[in-house]
């Protein structure tokens, strides 16, 4: 017992060190912290003991409530915990079928059948193919569930389990489980690759494109890639205040990747718009209902374009999809540091005038035509459909 | 842990990084609060002032903080004890050191070298800091200067301000030079200020001799975030005097000839860093945060693991639980605790509410501090105060600008309470005269409890309320009230000797007062003229640069004026004490001469006091009648005349001499002047002061305005008997 109570310090005391992190901003970047996210939770399951899947569920939502609240407007901590969520859920319901022997089709389930969906309507599952159609991903198998089916089958699986208590099976979901999270990882690792695949087919010869997020690793490499076969031109805004060492880096870089580059200050977005081909913009969180949350300054440059008709695309990897709809805007938008906006040393400004710094903006779906993810581009009023895909509608609320 | 990867090779040094907290300040600035609760437990919009400190330090990949404490050291450590710092989780080793004897930092830093805890470049931070600073490149920045300069001991973090930065200590103003290249530190010093005017500084050129260029800065805010080399505690320990970390320490090793150590500036301008040092500095500190200059700092971090600030547009944070009436009106910039409510028509703007208050209808809260547990009735107004926690202020009260309610107090209805009103629950005893300067009275009970029985006859006679909550003060806080107005004025009668203490009354606890004062140069005028000159002078002077030390020598000439007045008043002082005490004839000379120096004035300036001081004296005697006009000019000029002996040197200096004489004696009422001067003028030429030749001349000099006529008639028969005597003698001496 005392091992083990030293394990559950040992976690805890983990926990504490990576939201105290997360607090003070020392992992921050939507990426980071999906993978630190990830890592924990590898840890967590693998030290925290637990007799049925239910209380592993219990445990993962208490941490990711913790998570959440250390940075509230960083949703891909948030995403991936309820990813974690949805791949316990989707192992319970393989093991329930197992072990009441009327799950046969799915015996030789494979782990990563977590992009899959679970229904058993008609319709959905009509839609749910015509979008596997439209994934990379091979695997078909549908789970057949449903919510009321999942009702019935926790009450079996508690009773079921309280008298096999097979510890090895506990091992063993533990390990489907942690391969899973791997998965996971690979699959944020790998999201560029996935995103560039498409960019060829996305971006024409001779084209002007418009990045307003210089920040985005994700733009970049979809530019980068898109140049081997394409010859194009590329405007960036320069992002004032906080952004503009980094958009100035960023114009560097391309230049350095023989991409023509354009560095223009952010008035002359709608100038220049009529001559866009396309606007690209990196996401930070993608909502269910088709709005995102990306740099401040964005939410201008795509109603500009919308003027033009200008096709605005949004790349952004799975994990910033989230299955909460923004309600409350100014829950989503973080507001930084008035400093960057004006000097603080300035005695006579400073106390006398309002100064708000907003961080990040909220773009509606209508602004936005397209989303290039990792399994595919979808247009925002699809977005909904992948939430259902990827998450369980219980784990929405982690309390 | 950045830090720890940084320059590893060069520097053969212990790893851990360790940050020593001085968690007292070793001042009286945040009394009468701070003699209930420690200063660096007192809450900034909701979070103790320590916290601040602590999460920069873990920010920092500090590895091990001790937390020096002295007052209230039981209150910190149970504090300490409860807090997620003491934590497995806690990103470093956190120790409390009872330092309960020590008076100033530079006994805490004694200490500390006593118990040997040092191990290699640690980080000095005194527990009321606020930054978001950079720390890793600070330190990177210091060890690189390291392998440059190997006797480079300091670097002291300071931010760029402005001279009338509202963050900015306004009562204890620091000047620095720095080598302009290198940001080395050439001299440092607090600016004295006479009456809360500010005055002048004054170099010694060998401190510049082999520097290129140089800037003097006035508008750099000094947040004492030190990394210091472990030299720092032991050179404390060598100079056993050595009270302040900047006035002595800084000062000391820079002007020091043997030393040799050097000191470097690291001036941040992207970062925020301040230092929560006086009300003023809280108030500015306060509205800082919430305007998100401290960012990720902010209320809704969440520094406490219980609270839920979330932000709301125009700077507005929330807790969980709170209640709004529907008609009340939150303006910007304001903190809001849970299970706080406000009440119908209630205007809350730039302020922070505690948690569990009650606000009721109609009250005005602005630019005010409402800590925890407070309850504010009905149609109250309160303006640039701070209601210390459990307080309760009755149905229509006003408090005007610079109020500080202590805590547990209860005002009455419809009170008005004055500006600049401390009140306090019980009264406070100042243990006057012991050199005591810590943030509380006592740092233990039994002690306290004592002491105060020892003194409660003599304080009988000094404090009117002595009696423990038995009467209140019903003329301060109303009828049904509980609490006294706290004596402020009395904690500074401690300090005359202190110049900064002294001056910092205008600045002292007077939230409002400071507020004007950065908020508009005008009103600096209106109030003050003279300061608004000497300012100037120095916001041109931080920016200029000078090449040599004549440029120096310039900016020093600005200063002289205020120096004279300054001097005048020093050395009156002087002069009378030692009549009064019956000083040895060379300790008045030592310490007039020190004065002199020290403030830089001509002997003119010496003699004019001097004489001032000895007219003044016979003054006295004449009019209390103890002696004669006669008895007293013989009595006070027979001895304390041989004072002008070592002022006066050159025949000119003579003249001069009587010249001030006839003019101040003119000034005498009474009509005694003449006769005061005559006999003067006796004495002093029995005592060889005065030659006859000097006297015949200043007799004869035609065109002097200061010419009294009444003067001139009573002495002129002694000068006629000296002309007569003199005659005498060079008819004698040719004989």
Redesign the interface.
């Known amino acids: 017992m005392s091992s083990q109570h030293k394990d559950k310090?040992d976690i805890?005391?983990?926990?504490?060190?990576v939201v105290?992190k997360l607090?003070?901003?020392?992992i921050s970047g939507s990426y980071t912290v999906a993978i630190e996210t990830c890592q924990l939770l590898m840890r967590v399951i693998s030290a925290s003991r637990w007799n049925h899947p239910d209380q592993l569920i219990d445990i993962i939502a208490q941490v990711g409530k913790k998570l959440v609240?250390a940075q509230?407007r960083e949703f891909s901590s948030g995403n991936i915990v309820r990813r974690v969520l949805s791949l316990i859920r989707d192992e319970m319901n393989d093991d329930n079928d197992v072990n009441n022997g009327n799950g046969g089709n799915n015996n030789n389930n494979n782990n990563s059948n977590y992009i899959n969906n679970s229904v058993n309507n008609e319709n959905q599952a009509m839609i749910s193919s015509m979008f596997a159609l439209l994934t990379t991903n091979e695997n078909k198998k549908n789970t057949v569930s449903n919510q009321q089916n999942l009702q019935q089958q926790k009450s079996q699986v508690s009773s079921a389990s309280a008298q096999l208590k097979k510890n090895t099976h506990t091992q063993d979901f533990r390990s489907i489980i942690i391969q899973g999270i791997k998965e996971l990882i690979d699959e944020i690792s790998s999201i560029s690759e996935n995103i560039e695949t498409m960019s060829v087919d996305l971006i024409h010869d001779n084209e002007v494109l418009l990045t307003p997020t210089p920040g985005s690793k994700t733009v970049f490499n979809f530019l980068a890639k898109a140049r081997l076969k394409r010859k194009f031109t590329v405007l960036v805004t320069e992002c004032f205040p906080n952004e503009t060492e980094e958009a100035h880096k960023f114009a560097k870089k391309l230049a350095a990747h023989k991409i023509d580059t354009v560095v223009i200050p952010d008035s002359t977005v709608f100038a220049v718009m009529s001559r866009v081909g396309k606007v690209i913009v990196g996401a930070r969180s993608v909502f269910a209902n088709g709005g995102c949350v990306t740099s401040s300054g964005v939410a201008a440059v795509c109603e500009c374009a919308k003027e033009y008709k200008t096709p605005v695309f949004v790349v952004a990897g799975l994990y910033k999809l989230s299955p909460l709809y923004p309600f409350d805007r100014?829950?989503l938008v973080e507001?930084?540091?008035?400093?960057k906006v004006m000097?603080?040393?300035?005695?006579q400004l400073?106390?006398?005038c309002?100064?708000?710094?907003p961080l990040f903006d909220y773009v509606v779906p209508e602004n936005i035509d397209i989303y290039i993810t990792n399994v595919g581009g979808f247009s925002p009023s699809f977005i909904y459909r992948i939430v259902l895909d990827n998450y369980k509608a219980e784990d929405v609320n982690l309390e | 842990m950045a830090p720890k990867n940084k320059k590893q090779k060069e520097i053969v040094q212990d790893e851990r990084l360790q940050a020593i907290v001085l968690t007292d300040s070793y001042e009286t600035k945040f009394m009468p609060l701070t003699s209930v609760e420690p200063r660096c437990l007192l809450p900034l919009c909701n979070v103790p002032l320590i916290e601040y400190t602590l999460?920069f330090l873990?920010?920092a990949g500090v590895d091990e903080v001790y937390l020096m404490c002295c007052s209230h050291a039981d209150k910190v450590q149970t504090y300490i004890d409860g807090s997620?710092w003491n934590?497995?989780?806690s990103?470093f080793k956190i120790n409390t050191i009872m330092s309960l004897e020590s008076r100033s930092v530079g006994d805490a830093m004694r200490d500390l070298d006593n118990r040997g805890l040092i191990t290699g470049d640690f980080l000095l931070v005194s527990g009321d800091v606020v930054t978001?600073i950079q720390f890793d490149e600070v330190l990177s920045a210091h060890r690189q200067r390291r392998l440059i300069d190997k006797d480079h001991i300091v670097t002291m973090v300071l931010t760029?301000?402005?001279?009338?930065?509202?963050t900015?200590s306004q009562s204890v103003p620091s000047t620095f030079i720095l080598d302009k290249k290198t940001d080395r530190c050439l001299y440092y010093q607090d600016i004295p200020s006479i009456n809360g005017l500010k005055a002048s500084i004054s170099v010694d050129p060998d401190l510049l001799e082999d520097v290129d260029e140089f800037v003097i800065r006035n508008?750099l805010i000094d947040c004492h975030v030190d990394i210091c080399s472990p030299l720092v505690p032991v050179i404390f320990q060598e100079n056993f005097d050595y009270q302040y970390l900047r006035r002595d320490f800084v000062r000391g090793t820079l002007s020091s000839d043997l030393l040799k150590k050097t000191i470097y500036a690291y001036i941040t301008?992207?970062d925020?860093a301040a230092r929560v040092e006086s009300w003023q500095t809280y108030d500015?500190i306060s509205?800082?945060i919430l305007?998100?200059?401290?960012?990720?700092i902010a209320p809704d971090?969440?520094l406490l693991e219980d609270q839920s600030y979330?932000?709301?547009?125009?700077?507005i944070y929330k807790e969980k639980d709170i209640r709004l009436s529907q008609s009340c009106k939150i303006g910007?910039c304001v903190v809001i605790g849970s299970n706080s409510f406000i009440g119908d028509a209630s205007q809350v703007e730039n302020s922070v509410i505690g948690r569990n208050c009650q606000i009721g209808t109609n009250v005005i809260i602005k630019n005010s501090y409402i800590w925890d547990n407070s309850i504010i009735k009905d149609n109250c107004q309160i303006e640039h105060s701070i209601v210390a926690s459990n307080s309760v202020i009755n149905q229509n009260v006003k408090l005007n600008s610079g109020s500080v309610i202590g805590f547990n107090v209860v005002i009455g209805d419809n009170v008005i309470v004055a500006e600049n009103t401390r009140i306090v629950e019980r009264p406070v005893k100042h243990l006057s005269d012991s050199s005591y300067i810590g943030d509380s009275l006592s740092s233990d009970d039994e002690f306290y409890q004592d002491i105060q029985a020892k003194r409660a006859a003599e304080e009988k006679e000094n404090i009117v309320e002595v009696d423990e909550g038995a009467v209140n003060d019903p003329a301060i806080v109303g009828e049904n009230g509980i609490g006294f107005a706290y004596d402020s004025e009395s904690e500074y009668g401690d300090y005359d000797d202190d110049e900064v203490s002294s001056s910092s009354k205008h600045y002292h606890g007077l939230v409002y007062k400071l507020d004007e004062l950065?908020?508009s140069d005008t009103s600096i005028v209106s109030s003050m003229p003279n300061r608004r000159k000497k300012r100037r002078t120095y916001s041109s002077a931080s920016h200029a640069t000078a090449t040599d030390a004549e440029h120096d020598y310039n900016n020093n000439t600005d200063g002289e004026e205020d120096d004279e007045e300054d001097f005048n008043k020093e050395a009156i002082a002087t002069v009378e004490r030692a009549m009064e005490n019956n000083h040895d004839l060379d300790t008045a000379l030592l310490e007039l001469n020190t004065l002199r120096m020290s403030m830089n004035v001509t002997y003119h300036d010496v003699r004019l006091a001097t004489c001032t001081a000895l007219l003044q004296r016979i003054e006295h005697f004449i009019n209390t009648q103890t002696l004669g006009v006669k008895d007293s000019v013989h009595k006070i000029f027979g001895k304390w005349g041989q004072l002008f002996k070592r002022q006066v040197f050159e025949d000119e200096e003579q003249v001069d001499l009587l010249n001030i004489l006839e003019s101040l004696c003119s000034k005498l009422p009474n009509n005694n002047g003449p006769t005061i001067f005559t006999l003067a003028l006796n004495d002093l030429y029995d005592n060889d002061i005065l030659d006859e030749v000097n006297i015949l001349k200043w007799w004869n000099q035609e065109g002097y305005a200061g010419k009294d006529e009444n003067t001139r008639k009573v002495a002129s028969k002694w000068i006629e008997w000296l002309a007569e005597a003199e005659e005498e003698s060079d008819g004698s001496a040719e004989e």
């Open positions: 310090a805890n005391v983990h926990i504490d060190s105290n607090k003070r901003r020392q609240q509230p100014d829950s507001v930084g540091n008035s400093g000097e603080w040393e300035d005695s400073v106390g006398n309002e100064v708000t710094n | 999460e873990a920010k997620k934590q497995a989780g990103p978001n760029q301000a402005s001279p009338l930065h509202r900015r508008d301008n992207e925020y500015a509205q800082d305007e998100r200059w401290c960012y990720p971090s969440n979330t932000y709301e547009s125009k700077h910007s950065y908020l």
